[in-house]
């Protein structure tokens, strides 16, 4: 049986867009607000964006069926695609991507 896509879900990139457009007006608007929050740092890390990183990771963390981590040994596809991708292919493409757009 097939699944609908729920309103939100459906339009996600539609909330998305919408998002990014409300942060450029409101940065052109009321300049003062992204200048206050970036005053809010620790250790060359913006509190509000690594609050904001945090709440749109964390449902997506609950949803992870810890059952499957005792599994992985019998089964180690993915976990071996997980790290070949994450530690040998996307280091070396996001160099190349930052070195394209940064340096040329």
Known sequence: MKKKMKFFEKYLSVWVALC???????????????????????????????????????????????SSIKNVGRNPKGLIITLVVNWLIKPFTMYFIAYFFLEI
């Open 20 to 66: 990014i457009l409300g942060g450029v007006l409101l940065g052109k608007i009321l300049p003062q607000v992204p200048k206050t929050l970036s005053k809010w740092e620790y250790a060359n890390v913006s509190i509000p964006i690594a609050v904001f990183i945090w709440l749109m990771i964390y449902p997506m963390m609950l949803k992870i069926d810890s």
